[in-house]
Structures are given as structure tokens and as C-alpha cells.
């Protein structure tokens, strides 16, 4: 039950995305952790218990793809911790939650036109998001390193190693971007230019300390963007919103787009 404040709070955040004409929502790993799908950091987070990747791995893939590969592919001889194959094995088991699926509602009534995602569990596309801005990639995709041809792993068949982009030659990597990794560009280019157009960005989730996605809150309310947050805690950019939900995204943001359908539907 919420409180009479959150209740206020929620009508005004209503009213705001109601209004607006170019709604951008930028999603972090707190709206995944509903789903199942430990975090990164923090408490009880897969690298806060293993420690983080090597910070050259992208170095190294480039250096040796060939090896990267035939460790991806033979996981008898090369065994992951025990602690990633757990997490893994959740992704693979996760399913949208109600956080998913209200944004996928919201996107249909045409106010909503972007996700951006720090996460890479596919999720968004599986619940049915159509404009979705991978930022971290997708760990269900391969990727040209050449010219950002993707596909999904299990369309592509490895017939060379490294395996070969069939459109440029490039050679082919899973899309998740690891450490030291440049974000491709082509995505990179679509969040700054969301975060430009955007006359409202509703931030989901996120802890607002890992860039550049930290960054495109702050580059919205620059231009004049209203920023509504969502999440269980205060974030770096709290102090700057207009409106803070306190709580998880499953929960506050099905009754958020279900007022804001019920505004749509007054006009």
C-alpha cells in the first residue's frame, strides 16, 4: 500500500510522462535483480564475491580470438568458476517481470520511444520492446568487430576460427562488451542522440555511477528533460529529478503506466 507522499508522487510523475512527446527510458541492473539475475556489483554481486574481469580482456580477445573462441566452445577443458556458470544459468532461466512488461505498454502508446539498457540479458526484446539501445550488448547476439553486423548465436554456425562477419570479414565476437572494450558506436550514437531529444527520461533501476549511461540523465536535464527515477535507493542523481519513486520497478511502474493510460484515455 503506498503512502499518501508516494501517491503524490506518483500522479506528478503521471501527469509529466503524460504530457510528453519523447520519452526515454534508461534501465539498470536493479529492474534484471527483480527478475532473478544477480547484480554486478554491490551486495551479494557476482564481481563484489569473484572480482572483477581481467581489465584487458578485450586486449586479449583482439590479440588471440582464435583462443578466446576455443575456450567459448569447449567448456569441458575449460571450465568457468563455479560462481559464473551460476549466473549464467540464471540469465538463462530469467523471465520479464511486470517493470518489463509496463514498458512495453508504455512504448505502445507511442510516448515511449527508446530504451536504453545497461543490461545484456535480452530481456526487453523477449517481453516485446521494439526500440531498444543495448548499451552493454546483448549476450544473446554475435557481433561484427568490423562493422556491427549482429545476429543471434543460434542463427550462426562456426564454420572457421575465429569465425568470419559474411558481410565485411570482419571477424565475429559475442556482443556483451567486455572490460577495456570501446561501446560500439552505432549504439553509442543512438543513446547520445535519445538523451539529446528526450523531453523526459525515467530512470530505472540504476545506480547512476557507470558511464557513460551515468551521464545521460545529466545530459537530458541539461537541455530542459523533466527526470523521473525509480529505485529501492538514492543514486548520484536523485538530487537533480523532479520525481523519486521509492521501490522496486516491478512494482511502481505498472501503476505508473496504468494512471498514465488512464490520463491518455481523458484527453
Same mark, same amino acid.
Given at each position: 500500500m503506498l503512502?499518501?507522499?508516494?501517491?503524490?508522487?506518483?500522479?506528478?510523475?503521471?501527469?509529466?510522462?503524460?504530457?510528453?512527446?519523447?520519452?526515454?527510458?534508461?534501465?539498470?541492473a536493479g529492474m534484471s535483480a527483480e527478475s532473478g539475475i544477480p547484480t554486478y556489483r554491490g551486495a551479494g554481486g557476482l564481481w563484489t564475491r569473484i572480482g572483477e574481469p581481467d581489465p584487458r580482456s578485450f586486449q586479449n580477445f583482439a590479440a588471440d580470438p582464435k583462443a578466446w573462441w576455443q575456450r567459448m566452445l569447449d567448456r569441458e577443458s575449460h571450465p568457468e568458476p563455479p560462481e559464473r556458470a551460476q549466473f549464467r544459468e540464471a540469465i538463462d532461466k530469467a523471465h520479464p517481470n511486470p517493470g518489463h512488461y509496463a514498458l512495453v505498454e508504455l512504448e505502445g502508446t507511442g510516448i515511449l520511444r527508446y530504451i536504453i539498457t545497461q543490461n545484456v540479458d535480452n530481456l526487453h526484446r523477449v517481453a516485446g520492446s521494439i526500440n531498444v539501445a543495448e548499451i552493454h550488448g546483448n549476450r544473446t547476439l554475435l557481433r561484427c568487430m568490423r562493422c556491427h553486423w549482429r545476429v543471434p548465436r543460434e542463427e550462426f554456425e562456426v564454420v572457421e576460427m575465429p569465425p568470419r562477419c559474411p558481410q565485411c570479414g570482419g571477424v565475429i565476437k559475442g556482443d556483451g562488451v567486455m572490460f577495456g572494450e570501446p561501446i560500439p558506436p552505432d549504439v553509442l550514437n543512438v543513446c547520445f542522440r535519445e538523451a539529446d531529444l528526450c523531453d523526459?527520461?525515467?530512470? &530505472?533501476?540504476?545506480?547512476? +555511477?557507470?558511464?557513460?549511461?551515468?551521464?545521460?540523465?545529466?545530459?537530458?536535464?541539461?537541455?530542459?528533460?523533466? &527526470?523521473?527515477?525509480?529505485? +529501492?535507493?538514492p543514486t548520484p542523481i536523485t538530487e537533480i529529478v523532479d520525481v523519486s519513486l521509492r521501490g522496486p520497478t516491478g512494482d511502481l511502474l505498472p501503476l505508473l503506466v496504468t494512471r498514465v493510460l488512464e490520463l491518455l484515455a481523458d484527453r
Open positions: 503512502s499518501e507522499e508516494h501517491l503524490k508522487e506518483l500522479e506528478k510523475a503521471s501527469q509529466i510522462i503524460a504530457q510528453s512527446r519523447h520519452l526515454v527510458a534508461l534501465v539498470g523526459c527520461m525515467i530512470v &530505472l533501476g540504476t545506480s547512476g +555511477t557507470v558511464y557513460p549511461a551515468a551521464g545521460f540523465p545529466v545530459q537530458a536535464h541539461r537541455h530542459g528533460a523533466y &527526470l523521473i527515477e525509480i529505485n +529501492t535507493e
